[in-house]
């Protein structure tokens, strides 16, 4: 499951959340106020989503869908208190039932530790670690069994992102392939090459590594 439904499953809940706040606050209050509240949060996420630029904002957007999605709902189909009963618990079944698909069914990945032994012991990581140090113009992903099974990925940002940091945020399977997202920043890496090493569980054909910046990385030639 990708961050993009996520936040747009998140949402749906957090309107529901919202919307049973408002009963909380206030049991006279009729449905449409509470819609309305709703509807504002929404509101407010969306202005926040515009704030951030390019990628990171995108994930918010689905959010703030999410949570118009609620009030929606029961302007048409949840006038009635049973109707909205019912609504909210198929949608809180819904998810429930998304995320523990999600959860059994997700690629397992894990960071590698990167090593100081030398190339000539014959391991093949260590050996694409000291070429890419040693030509940092190096950019992108190169993969590598580990054994029959697991895969291991190494990522490379190249010489102008040095003194950068790489951390993995998800890792995802969508329409048959393999989506890892990433997260480049500063911290005075030592490396004239950032570079990170990622194991995986299972990997389809076809592979995309984003970045939070909206960068994709391409499969390196070297």
Request: net charge neutral; glycine share 8%.
């Amino acid at each position: 499951m990708n961050i993009f439904i996520i936040m747009y499953l998140v949402g749906l809940l957090t309107g529901i959340g919202f919307y049973a706040l408002t009963h909380f606050f206030s049991k006279e209050m009729n449905y449409k106020k509470r819609i309305s509240i709703v509807a504002i949060i929404g509101m407010l996420a969306a202005v926040g989503s515009s704030v951030m630029s390019g990628f990171k904002g995108m994930p918010f957007i689905l959010l703030s869908i999410g949570i118009f999605t609620i009030p929606v709902l029961i302007i048409v189909l949840g006038k009635k208190p049973l109707s909205r009963k019912f609504i909210f618990t198929i949608i809180v079944l819904f998810v429930a039932g998304a995320f523990t698909f999600s959860a059994l069914n997700k690629t397992d990945y894990w960071i590698i530790k990167k090593t100081n032994r030398d190339a000539a012991a014959g391991d093949e990581i260590d050996a694409y670690l000291n070429e890419v140090q040693n030509n940092s113009d190096i950019r992108g992903y190169k993969i590598f069994n580990i054994n029959e099974d697991d895969k291991a990925i190494i990522l490379s940002l190249g010489e102008e992102m040095s003194g950068d940091n790489i951390e993995v945020l998800d890792v995802d399977e969508i329409n048959g392939k393999t989506v890892i997202y990433v997260r480049s920043f500063y911290n005075k890496s030592p490396e004239k090459n950032p570079t990170i090493v990622i194991g995986l569980d299972r990997l389809k054909s076809e592979i995309e590594i984003r970045d939070t910046d909206g960068t994709l990385y391409e499969k390196t030639i070297k």
